[in-house]
């Protein structure tokens, strides 16, 4: 950590002092510029430059417990040629037991290889499950892990404890890079989304995530939009800039759309790409492929003619 | 890099007429003054050629509204809350095309006026609707008389949303109008009389007479005219207050503001910049109780000017009609002259003046969002209602060095407080000469709030169960 954060993790009390310190989040707001960008009218060249954007940056996933290499292996083959000339997306992300099958198919094609661990979506293991849960995903050839933060230590005020959770699990990571997940709908306060995204960012995750899909409320745009502060925020004190992921719930291109219209007004350029901004999703990739395909033809296709994976 | 294609709101759907006339007793009538001409400001075009009332059509519209009052007033509330609910929901039926008409007129965004000024103006035909049968229950005595004639005269900041402030309470209470819009901004007050028609309101009820200043002068000086509101400058109502002293006749006036948005250290900083930004750059400025003065606590000054001004610079200024503007255009030359001269003003007296990069149309009357730092109490653009998207920033280290610079105006419309505590929440709002003091928000409306002023903002309130006061006789 750069130095003027450097000692904020040495116990729970300056940890807490810190993280209390930040300025809170007043929800009424929050809320009001969260929907006042939601109107935003995105038409045209906008659309088709946004469309190609989203998919550039949507982490296909499949986390289900009927999940089979050949599911994985389709949705997979779609990952790296979506239909037509739309780009790859950012990557597929999956369960780690079938971490190896996406690794196969999708070898050399740019698209990454993301795994869930540490006990997803619960969380409740213990640190030695959550670490060697991680070093499995990565081992079948993981680039990047999903791991979920202890919220119960969270909501308790044991901050210590999250931090030092992310960080076995970021060393169990070795190359690969860390998303940590707040499942904000488990966190009941903006206050607290702000205060998660700072220590996980404090703690040396490379993105923060709002959601494991599996807890609603999932990403919701003043959710979305907090982090999206916070990620500005880190990278003004520290110089280091990480990245946001907004997962569960984001379904149509207008839902996609809005997303980047808050990462484009509020922390700008910079976060305008899959480096640094990823959707998660299943659903939402074939809504893309047929508002693509309506901006080109001026018609909407039948769903028979787009796959289902 | 994401550049938002434009994406207007079509303009077909309104009908503007080449020319209109008064409406006077139910009907279009022409008018003996000479007719003028209304813009668009963002493009200069002419939109349309507009009656001016003279002081016999005046006279004219005021026997209307007399004779109209008997009736009117003795009909039980519950009969005239029907009209208002009925125009209310045909308002909301043709809010999309009153809101194209407002913002062609008036230059403000097709955002605001479609999100936050039609809205508004269909609530406040409800609120006051609700209140038509309750009158005996209102706290003004058990059986409240409406005053008789009220003659109206509203500015272009809000120009529909004005004239339902005047005209719902009004009419709810028994009384009857007669209106005059601004010079500016008279065609969604017309548009306005072709719903009373469709509402099948009775003739003489609502009457609108255009014209400028003149035809406001004789609405005010016209002795049938029994209650006169006014909403708009401190200089001009400090007239009407002139030419209505002596007489029987009842006056609400709600004139300008200066008002100060204070933020302390502890409050939310990114939406307290919002605030900021909502409080003076909310339809360019050209409101009467804008946050036009910042007060930031000096320990988190550069922090929140910093966030500030990136804000700031993500401010789209341009086509009102285009759905992503976020600044539309200055509604006339004269005002964007006055805006220009206070801003010079405060550069030459001292104070460091700050715009975002941001290119602005060719034709049409555009300002840029602009900030003043390092700015005195004693500095002009810190005194004077600039009416623009000018704001004058200062700084306060204790919560009473706060209460002492915002008081310290002539003017007491409105102030802001940004602060996580609420216990100061309450000790500021104890403490400010304001009509309205907004916590952690600004700039938000609401029917049932009444909205006034102290000092020079005016005196008398519109909205919420007070503003019934206005409109009887007790």
């Known amino acids: 950590m750069t130095t003027p954060l450097a000692d904020v993790a040495s116990s729970n009390a300056t940890l807490r002092a810190f993280l209390h310190g930040l300025p809170g989040v007043d929800r009424v707001g929050a809320d009001q510029r969260a929907a006042m960008l939601g109107t935003r009218s995105i038409k045209t060249s906008a659309k088709a430059q946004a469309i190609d954007l989203a998919i550039s940056m949507v982490d296909l996933t499949t986390l289900e417990g009927a999940d089979t290499p050949g599911k994985v292996r389709a949705m997979s083959t779609k990952a790296v040629h979506p239909g037509g000339d739309a780009p790859r997306v950012a990557a597929v992300c999956v369960y780690p037991d079938l971490v190896h099958v996406a690794a196969e198919t999708v070898k050399g094609s740019g698209v990454k290889v993301a795994s869930v661990a540490t006990a997803f979506p619960s969380g409740r293991s213990s640190l030695e499950v959550k670490v060697s849960d991680t070093a499995l995903a990565v081992a079948a050839g993981a680039d990047e892990i999903d791991m979920v933060i202890d919220r119960g230590a969270f909501l308790a005020g044991d901050y210590v404890k999250v931090f030092e959770e992310i960080r076995a699990v970021k060393a169990a990571c070795g190359d690969a890079h860390l998303k940590v997940i707040l499942e904000t709908g488990e966190l009941a306060t903006y206050d607290n989304v702000r205060r998660a995204s700072w220590l996980a960012m404090l703690a040396g995750g490379d993105f923060i995530k709002t959601s494991t899909g599996k807890v609603q409320p999932a990403a919701t745009l003043p959710v979305t939009l907090i982090m999206l502060e916070a990620v500005r925020d880190f990278r003004d004190a520290t110089g280091v800039q990480i990245g946001v992921k907004p997962a569960g719930g984001i379904r149509t291109t207008k839902d996609a759309i809005k997303m980047l219209v808050l990462v484009n007004e509020t922390v700008g350029d910079d976060w305008l790409s899959p480096d640094w901004f990823r959707l998660g999703a299943s659903t939402l990739l074939n809504d893309l492929l047929m508002q693509r395909q309506k901006l080109t033809t001026g018609r909407y296709a039948g769903p028979d003619y787009f796959t289902l994976d | ?474």
């Not at chain 2, 005010?220 to 909403?231: E, I, M, Q, R, S």
């Not at chain 2, 002596?246 to 200066?258: C, D, H, I, P, Q």
């Not at chain 2, 003043?372 to 704001?391: K, N, Y």
Request: charged content about 20%; glycine content about 10%.
């Open chain 2, 1 to 474: 890099m994401f550049e938002y294609a434009p994406a207007p709101e079509s303009r077909d759907v309104v009908d503007i007429k080449p020319s209109y006339g008064l409406f006077i007793d139910g009907e279009f009538v022409d008018g003996s003054g000479q007719a003028f001409k209304t813009i668009n400001p963002a493009s200069e075009e002419s939109l349309a050629e507009v009656a001016a009332a003279s002081e016999a059509d005046v006279d004219r519209a005021v026997q209307a509204a007399r004779k109209a009052f008997g009736g009117w007033s003795a009909l039980p509330g519950a009969e005239r809350a029907k009209y208002l609910f009925r125009i209310a929901r045909i308002i909301q039926e043709r809010a999309r095309e009153l809101a194209v008409l407002e913002s062609l007129d008036n230059g403000k965004p097709i955002r605001e006026s479609r999100d936050v000024d039609l809205p508004l103006v269909a609530a406040h035909f409800f609120y006051y609707a609700g209140w038509a049968d309750k009158l005996n229950h209102a706290g003004f005595g058990s059986n409240p008389r409406p005053l008789g004639v009220a003659g109206q005269v509203i500015p272009w900041n809000f120009p529909l949303l004005m004239l339902a402030w005047k005209i719902a309470p009004a009419l709810a209470c028994g009384n009857t109008v007669v209106l005059k819009p601004a010079e500016t901004t008279p065609l969604t007050a017309l548009a306005f009389a072709e719903i009373c028609v469709q509402a099948e309101l009775p003739p003489g009820v609502v009457n609108i007479v255009t014209g400028a200043g003149e035809t406001g002068a004789a609405l005010v000086a016209h002795p049938d005219v029994n209650k006169v509101a006014f909403t708009g400058s401190t200089e001009v109502g400090k007239l009407i207050a002139r030419s209505v002293a002596g007489t029987a006749k009842r006056v609400t006036l709600e004139l300008g503001g200066k008002a100060a948005n204070i933020v302390f250290e502890d409050a939310p900083i990114d939406q307290a910049v919002e605030g900021i930004v909502n409080g003076i750059f909310f339809n360019q400025g050209h409101v009467c109780c804008a946050g036009s003065r910042l007060l930031v606590q000096e320990s988190v000054y550069d922090e929140v000017l910093a966030s500030l001004k990136r804000r700031v610079s993500t401010l789209r200024v341009g086509d009102p009609l285009d759905k992503n503007t976020d600044i539309g255009a200055i509604n006339s030359a004269e005002q964007l002259a006055k805006i220009r001269e206070l801003s010079e003003i405060g550069e030459s007296e001292g104070a460091e003046r700050w715009s975002p990069a941001c290119d602005l149309p060719e034709r049409g009357f555009w300002f840029p969002p602009t900030l003043f730092t390092g700015v005195a109490q004693s500095h002009r653009i810190a005194r004077d209602e600039i009416f623009g998207p000018v704001l004058s920033v200062l700084t306060f280290r204790t919560p009473a060095e706060a209460v002492e610079k915002a008081n310290n105006t002539p003017y007491g419309l409105s102030a802001g407080v940004w602060t996580e505590k609420g216990s100061r929440i309450l000790w500021m709002a104890d403490r400010l000469r304001a009509g309205v003091v907004w916590a952690n928000t600004f700039n938000r409306f609401d029917p049932t709030s009444p909205f006034g002023g102290f000092k020079e903002s005016g005196y008398g309130r519109e909205g919420g169960r007070l503003g019934l006061e206005a409109y009887l006789d007790v």
